[in-house]
């Protein structure tokens, strides 16, 4: 927060880069991961197998993961939301 007060411009342009990056992250690891939880026997069972139209190198997946969590506690750190990330916690305080 204390960079925040130093350096608002830039705090803002980590801000939204790092809103860029968490989305880019969740739109590139969904369909992974539910091609890899439809592998699973008894759901693949019930509903079937998906194959991800995506299929990421495993250097990408590993950077995707670090700088998402990288993103997502600097969000934390600076005590801000997005509406967008933010949408299914906006359900618990109506």
Known sequence: MRFDARL???SAIVGKVAI????????LGLPQL????????FIADLVGTFES???LPNWLNRTLLVSGALAAVERALMLRSHW?????TSWWDT
């Open 53 to 55: 139209p995506l299929v």
């Open 8 to 10: 608002p411009g830039v």
């Open 34 to 41: 539910a091609a890899t939880i439809s592998q699973i026997s």
């Open 20 to 27: 860029v990056v968490l989305l880019v992250s969740l739109l």
């Open 84 to 88: 967008l990330i933010d949408m299914e």
